[in-house]
């Protein structure tokens, strides 16, 4: 051998021995009587020093002894999750080189101070404890990168951590926070990630870095909420997305000469009408993911008739587009601009036709129109010559256009429940076809030998569950509707239950995924399917659950109490609300 290259090959083995005792995950019980201790003769070896990554996840401590911090004095990474721990050791300072602590779900109420003497901190997870205080005169933590306090009972944060200047990630979500934080306004000047969802707080303050990505104020349903106008100023150059989900925005007002791109939007049941989302569309630009529908049943939701396509800047960017039960009941011929865009998800709508115009969208590859009142579709759907999965469950369709027959690329196609009497003979050339369903339709599937209805229908069956990332009807809802503000179900009752009812709000027939046999496979000729023309132009609201509306305009405080008031006095059995009922009612 070459002595030449003895030091390589010990720094080879040194490295390579150095990697076995870098992380270290204790086991087993670290109890001392009646307090629990890390002791150090049982559980640290010989080599403690060199352990880089350790983890102490559920081991029932309440204190942790110094010379445990002495010991494993050069840690980078130090996890102490899932413990009884309510505060932290001077001796911690000992970990000169830790990068990143991890203290979920802990018992901590106030800040540890003895933080701020980390230097080297980079990382660091407060998650669900009790956290609501900070100690007087806290400094900040000048190292770090990443910080995640959600799930705590935060107020405010200390002024001081505006001088954080490599903060790039704050997680504030679940706490009770009012309004931007001081230190977001006037300092932080790197922020790239910002979270501040689940506080019922005012979002229209500012954030001073100008390098913002993304910006999460979920579930912010303050009364009188106003939409930020800070978002709209041109010096946020880096924006990517924005997401206000289920915050319901009563005052909205665009500054003069606004600028705005981001890419990702999601504004989601924010109680937003046709003018507002054309007025808020028109000023931003480059979106490639618009989310504009109600992703579950809510009373103050997105409600418009009519999507305002023509408002929507730079419509050759948009790639994904949600806009699913707001109460569509026509598509504009512009969504022929949307050239690129891949999905369109206008599922549970209004929706009776489909303009030609669709035929345009050469790119697209998924299209959701379950749960509308489709009579027919456009007969140049075969342009679409991207298409992959299609799926027109629960609508009226009685014949499917012959330029289907083009759609080579089709993988999935859902035709559940509707007023098919024959499937065209062009649907055994799909070789691509993995996913079909034709359940609860005039047609007796026996009839098609070549069709393995079975083996497409299982495969059908797996899409929806792993796309919907639920358990439940084929019925695009969420799984913690009976959770919601207006269900008085218990929660330990079903979502399928929950969504079978719904359906027969709706009078449209769903499917339940999780059941392995349904009796909507069966099929008797002299037994046809009932599928209910819903008399929509007579019917204004319908009532199906308690403090349950199917909104078809923004009257909902109004109706609410006056459908509580008649259920009361044991009016209008049926609970079916028509047009002009309320029109003289104090």
């Known amino acids: ?21 870098s992380r270290v995950q204790i086991n087993g019980s670290l109890s001392n009587g009646s307090s629990s201790k890390v002791d150090t003769a049982d559980e640290i070896k010989k080599e403690e020093a060199k352990v880089l990554e350790l983890e102490l996840i559920s081991k029932d401590l309440n204190i942790v002894s110094d010379k445990f911090f002495k010991r494993y004095c050069n840690l980078l990474k130090l996890d102490l ?3 009884r721990l309510s505060s932290l050791p001077n001796a911690i300072t000992c970990l000169v080189r830790l990068e990143s602590l991890v203290l979920d ?9 003895v933080l701020e003497k980390l230097a080297s901190l980079k990382e660091l997870s407060i998650v669900n404890n009790r956290l609501c205080n900070f100690p007087e005169n806290f400094g900040a933590l000048m190292a770090a990168e990443k910080i995640n306090l959600s799930g705590n009972c935060i107020k405010f944060l200390p002024t001081s951590w505006e001088k954080m200047t490599r903060l790039k990630s704050l997680d504030l979500s679940d706490n009770y926070i009012k309004f931007i934080p001081s230190c977001i306004e006037l300092g932080m000047p790197i922020l790239e990630i910002v979270n501040l969802s689940n506080n019922k707080m005012d979002i229209d303050g500012r954030v001073y870095s100008h390098r913002i990505k993304k910006f999460y104020g979920r579930n912010n349903n303050n009364a009188r909420l106003r939409f930020p106008q800070w978002i709209f100023s041109g010096k946020y150059y880096k924006f990517e997305e924005f997401d206000f989900e289920n915050s319901l925005f009563d005052l909205i007002k665009i500054p003069p000469n606004p600028k705005i791109r981001v890419r990702v939007l999601n504004l989601q049941r924010c109680n937003f009408t046709e003018k507002n989302i054309a007025a808020i569309m028109s000023d931003i630009e480059s979106v490639e993911e618009l989310k504009i529908g109600n992703n579950q049943y809510s009373y103050a939701g997105n409600l418009f008739t009519e999507l305002p396509l023509e408002c929507i800047n730079s419509p050759q960017d948009l790639r994904e587009f949600d806009s699913q039960a707001v109460g569509l009941s026509t598509v504009s011929p512009a969504i022929k601009n949307f050239v690129n865009v891949t999905k369109i998800d206008f599922s549970r709508n209004h929706i009776s036709w489909l303009p030609d115009e669709f035929g345009c969208l050469k790119k697209l590859e998924v299209l959701l129109l379950a749960q509308n009142t489709l009579i027919m579709l456009p007969v140049n759907i075969g342009k679409l010559e991207s298409l992959r999965v299609l799926d027109i469950s629960s609508n009226h369709v009685c014949s499917l256009p012959e330029s289907m027959s083009e759609l080579k690329n089709l ?12 499937l065209p003979e062009y649907l055994i050339d799909f070789e691509n076809l ?3 369903d034709v359940e609860q339709n005039y047609v007796d599937v026996d009839n098609y030998q070549l069709l393995e209805f079975k083996n497409l229908r299982e495969s059908l069956r797996a899409y929806n569950k792993s796309e919907l990332k639920l358990d439940g009807p084929k019925a695009k809802t969420l799984s913690n509707s009976s959770n919601s503000s207006f269900s008085s179900r218990s929660s330990t009752e079903s979502f399928s239950t929950l969504s079978n009812s719904m359906s027969q709000v709706y009078s449209i027939k769903t499917e339940d995924w999780d059941k392995d046999y349904d009796s909507a496979d069966d099929f008797d000729a002299y037994n046809p399917p009932e599928i209910i023309e819903k008399v929509w132009y007579e019917t204004k609201y319908i009532y199906g659950n308690p403090m349950y509306f199917c909104p078809a305009d923004l009257h909902i405080p109004r109706v609410k109490d006056v459908v509580a008031k008649n259920h009361s006095r044991g009016k209008y059995p049926p609970r079916q609300i028509v047009d002009g009922q309320f029109d003289n009612i104090d």
């Open 1 to 21: 051998m070459d002595h030449s290259t003895m030091p390589e090959v010990k720094r080879r083995q040194r490295s390579k021995r150095d990697a076995k005792c």
């Open 105 to 113: 779900r802990n018992k901590f109420s106030e800040f540890p101070q």
């Open 81 to 83: 999750s899932d413990n």
């Open 434 to 436: 993995v996913g079909f």
């Open 411 to 422: 993988q999935y196609l859902d035709l559940y429940a509707n007023d098919l009497r024959e």
